[in-house]
């Protein structure tokens, strides 16, 4: 029996000696490589963290005592030490365990979290309610130094170092977020030496002054405050000691030595305490130390070679955009692009090649990517962001107040629209219709195919007003391309298919679903007509209203949030119309919170298929009374 079979709990990994420690972690990264090879995973941050989260389990009391992952994708040793090494295959499947942390899957999971940049902030709540309530119960917050570009991180430790209770934050420093990491503070972490460099110049920095003779107490102090600027210069430590933290390291997090002493010391500090040790991402295995962006949420891979099980035969949706995009800008030296440590995952690393002064990386900071380009929309500018539709909500107020509020001509590229996979929960972009349909100024759209994409790519520059454009992820369905895009009539849908019985009004991917379905109907005598309504605002209500008026009855569909989304944009503009005694219905993700899953599995359930649509369809024809019919 190998020493992780052995271990069942936290318990079980006290009961070896520290000197097993090392062949622990092999096996720990090792399952980690071969199950990932399989399903796709977060491969990198999570071999970096390995002996970490073995150290951490080992000293501390879990569950009593709090173990909060910031963004929580680097926790499958976290899972495997805390009883749940048997299900480890069922890694971010459907109806398996959740990629991240997750409080319904296990009583060791503190925190739910797909977002970087909460960890802090939580970790501060449950150190405050365990002094609160009497708790004697220590709270860890692991955070890696990419998240230190999120303003939430720094709102967290200045209030943790305010409030001066018991709280340690491990900065998990690898150089890396998703990305290579950006900005002034990534700068300032990379000023790192090593401990015993700093203690030797500090005791010899001491003997020196030691043979100046005492002269007065204000000597002293600016003794005392060089040598604060000196470290400050040498290490990164400073910034921490300002907000309110005493800080310890840099250590190395890979050498169990430095790390179990180090770490056991500082567990019985009492206050703010923040330990900077120093990881490898992808340590174990040669292809994710080579290219850890790939490896941070890789798919599933040859486990020797570390070459992908299959590549895509078609382009993806994100590649479409950008190509456009870049191809735009050829011509318009007002285009930029923004990102927010997104560059490959958006697929901007094809315009940081074209035009690398015209992309902006902002690190993980999406609401002041948002201003930023409210900023250059304002001097004339014509800036694109490229972001996840899961993480542009971090950004919602941004968008409301910096740019639609100054009608600024700035363009959302929204990535990930609809059902997202094995993400899961966190990461499924299903609310961006119904929270920007609603904001004045904003135009949003969501093409059918990719030949349509690069039309409305092309739309957003030429509008002059903010504009949001939304696309699936995933490869495209391989339709042919127009040459050229031309940029579409503002809030024009197109009718694909006449029809007498029903009206299929569809946005998005799932236009073609509704063609399908139409053609089902029409093969049992029901006459379907089929609108891609390519706008969600603003909507085509002329289209909309004429094709109600000839129908019995209207079913809507999206790939979104059924409660403020396309389909009640729709209901709404037929009551306004009169057309209230049409019967109809919405056809959309339900009021929960989408579980992970492969993206043709999740749509069969939810209905949000050929198949879905046809049965919704039937029903609500069904049901419809004959004196409905107009004239």
């Known amino acids: 029996m190998s020493i992780l079979q052995r271990i069942?709990?936290?318990?079980?990994?006290?009961?070896?000696?520290?000197?097993?420690?090392?062949?622990?972690?092999?096996?720990?990264?090792?399952?980690i490589i071969s199950v990932l090879s399989n399903v796709g995973g977060h491969l990198a941050s999570n071999l970096g963290v390995v002996e970490l989260t073995v150290a951490l389990h080992y000293l501390l009391d879990t569950p009593q005592d709090k173990i909060v992952w910031d963004t929580s994708n680097q926790a499958y040793a976290h899972k495997l030490l805390t009883g749940r090494r048997e299900q480890f295959h069922t890694l971010r499947q459907f109806g398996g365990m959740s990629g991240f942390c997750k409080r319904e899957e296990s009583v060791y999971d503190a925190f739910n979290a797909g977002h970087a940049g909460t960890g802090v902030s939580a970790a501060v709540g449950y150190s405050e309610a365990h002094e609160q309530m009497g708790l004697p119960h220590r709270t860890v917050c692991v955070v890696g130094d990419g998240a230190l570009t999120a303003g939430m991180t720094l709102e967290g430790l200045q209030h943790a170092g305010d409030l001066k209770k018991n709280l340690v934050v491990i900065l998990n420093d690898n150089q890396m977020s998703i990305s290579r990491n950006v900005g002034a503070i990534s700068a300032y972490l990379n000023r790192t030496f090593t401990g015993e460099f700093y203690t030797r110049l500090r005791e010899e920095t001491s003997q020196l002054l030691e043979t100046i003779p005492q002269i007065g107490e204000p000597v002293k102090k600016m003794a005392i405050r060089a040598e604060e600027l000196a470290k400050g210069f040498l290490l990164p430590g400073l910034l921490f000691e300002e907000l309110g933290f005493r800080y310890v390291g840099p250590i190395d997090g890979h050498n169990f030595e430095h790390l179990l002493s180090?770490?056991?010391?500082?567990?019985?500090?009492?206050?703010?305490?923040?330990?900077?040790?120093?990881?490898?991402?992808?340590?174990?295995?040669?292809?994710?130390?080579?290219?850890?962006v790939w490896f941070h949420a890789c798919s599933p891979f040859d486990a020797k070679t570390g070459e992908p099980a299959k590549k895509a035969k078609r382009p993806s949706y994100s590649a479409i955009a950008v190509k456009t995009l870049v191809d735009m800008a050829k011509e318009d030296k007002r285009i930029v692009a923004i990102t927010a440590a997104m560059c490959e995952g958006t697929g901007l690393a094809a315009f940081e090649k074209a035009?690398?002064?015209?992309?902006?990386?902002?690190?993980?900071?999406?609401?002041?990517?948002?201003?930023?380009?409210?900023?250059?929309?304002?001097?004339?500018?014509?800036?694109?962001?490229?972001?996840?539709?899961?993480?542009?909500?971090?950004?919602?107020?941004?968008?409301?107040?910096?740019?639609a509020t100054q009608n600024l001509p700035v363009t959302l590229c929204i990535d990930r629209g609809g059902l997202v996979a094995e993400d899961g929960t966190t990461h499924h972009g299903a609310f961006d219709f119904a929270f920007l349909r609603h904001v004045p100024n904003m135009v949003v759209m969501a093409p059918k195919d990719e030949n349509e994409l690069q039309h409305m790519v092309k739309s957003c520059i030429h509008y002059d007003c903010p504009v949001s454009v939304r696309y699936p992820?995933?490869?495209t369905i391989g339709v042919p391309m127009d040459a050229t895009a031309e940029p579409l009539p503002m809030g024009q849908g197109e009718l694909l298919r006449d029809g007498d019985d029903v009206a299929l009004i569809a946005v998005g991917v799932l236009v073609h679903h509704a063609l399908e379905?139409?053609?089902?109907?029409?093969?049992?005598?029901?006459?379907?007509?089929?609108?891609?309504?390519?706008?969600?605002?603003?909507l085509d209500h002329e289209l909309i209203g004429s094709i109600t008026k000839k129908v019995k009855c209207v079913l809507t569909m999206e790939e979104g949030c059924q409660m403020g989304g396309f389909g009640s944009a729709v209901l709404e503009s037929l009551s306004d119309q009169?057309?209230?005694?049409?019967?109809?219905?919405?056809?959309?993700?339900?009021?929960?919170?989408?579980?992970?899953?492969?993206?043709?599995l999740l749509r069969e359930k939810y209905g949000l298929t050929a198949n879905g649509i046809y049965d919704q369809a039937k029903a609500l024809l069904a049901r419809v009374p004959l004196h409905t019919v107009m004239s």
């Open 262 to 292: 180090t770490l056991d010391n500082v567990l019985k500090l009492k206050g703010p305490t923040l330990l900077h040790v120093i990881t490898k991402k992808g340590l174990g295995f040669e292809p994710a130390m080579k290219n850890p």
């Open 517 to 538: 379905a139409a053609e089902r109907l029409a093969q049992e005598g029901i006459s379907a007509a089929v609108v891609n309504a390519r706008f969600v605002k603003p």
């Open 578 to 600: 009169g057309l209230w005694h049409v019967p109809a219905k919405v056809l959309a993700l339900p009021d929960i919170y989408i579980e992970q899953g492969p993206q043709d």
């Open 8 to 31: 069942e709990s936290p318990a079980d990994l006290k009961k070896l000696s520290p000197e097993e420690f090392p062949e622990l972690c092999q096996e720990i990264r090792s399952l």
């Open 355 to 403: 035009f690398p002064d015209r992309i902006y990386d902002v690190g993980i900071a999406e609401q002041h990517a948002v201003t930023f380009a409210a900023g250059l929309a304002a001097q004339g500018m014509r800036p694109v962001i490229c972001m996840y539709s899961t993480f542009l909500q971090r950004a919602y107020d941004q968008v409301v107040h910096d740019v």
């Open 473 to 475: 992820r995933g490869a």
